[in-house]
């Protein structure tokens, strides 16, 4: 069974300040996804990534597939970035291969 | 090339009564997957459906619950003589394929609660 940890649980930080969340998994898997949540609000998909490195905007994130981590970095983060920030694995192989298995969440609090 | 569509939003229902929760994929995509948020949990895989067909639903409980995607029109989730601990956020999404090579993406929600 795939466990996904995500830290920190919360996390405040001053506009302006990168940001990092950190997601580690526990089984192989073939893919990651980061994705965002607002307060009451829908599930928007950040990334979906194998390897390596992603970037879109002021967001990157990046997986190392050996150590079974990924990180999902902010730069100058806005108050609008204020969201819960969410990882889902992919298992990589067999039944239940299309079953995401996610993270508990990250609440990010951008203060201005 | 609109998203995944859910409706309604919102859902109030008393306990007894039944609960019908819609989900339109993306066009193109014929692989739906239902999970749900609890208050204060994370979300959790329900089930995956192709159209006609229930791939896997090993994480819906055993009873009450129910899923469909036709060969025409919406997914639905059912769920019959709801509980209190019903109430929460349930997210489908679709994919044009499953496995690694397919995002899936993820639909707005339906918020159900249950008096």
């Known amino acids: 069974k795939n466990e996904v940890e995500q830290s920190p649980q919360n996390l405040t930080a001053q506009e302006g300040e990168f940001i990092t969340i950190n997601c580690s998994y526990s089984?192989?898997?073939?893919?990651l996804h980061w994705l965002q949540q607002h307060p009451g609000g829908g599930i928007v998909s950040l990334f979906m990534?194998?390897?390596g490195k992603k970037k879109h905007g002021r967001l990157i994130a990046t997986i190392n597939i050996q150590e079974k981590h990924s990180s999902l970095h902010i730069t100058a983060s806005h108050p609008r970035d204020s969201a819960v920030y969410i990882c889902?694995?992919?298992?990589?192989?067999?039944?239940?291969?299309?079953?995401?298995?996610f993270g508990k969440g990250t609440k990010l609090s951008v203060i201005p | 090339n609109a998203g995944v569509m859910q409706n309604p939003r919102h859902l109030v229902r008393r306990r007894g009564q039944e609960a019908r929760l819609r989900c339109s994929p993306m066009?193109?995509?014929?692989?739906v997957y239902w999970y749900r948020q609890l208050p204060e949990e994370g979300l959790k895989f329900m089930v995956y459906?192709?159209?006609?067909?229930?791939?896997?639903e090993s994480g819906m409980p055993k009873e009450r619950f129910s899923a469909e995607f036709p060969k025409e029109g919406p997914s639905i989730l059912r769920i019959q003589q709801v509980v209190r601990g019903d109430s929460a956020a349930y997210f489908c999404?679709?994919?044009?394929?499953?496995?690694?090579?397919?995002?899936?993406?993820f639909g707005p929600g339906t918020r159900l609660t249950v008096t």
């Open positions: 999404a679709s994919s044009p394929g499953t496995g690694a090579s397919y995002e899936q993406y």
């Open positions: 089984v192989g898997i073939s893919a």
């Open positions: 990534l194998s390897s």
């Open positions: 889902a694995a992919l298992p990589y192989s067999g039944a239940g291969s299309y079953q995401l298995t």
């Open positions: 066009k193109g995509h014929s692989h």
């Open positions: 459906l192709q159209k006609e067909n229930i791939i896997d």
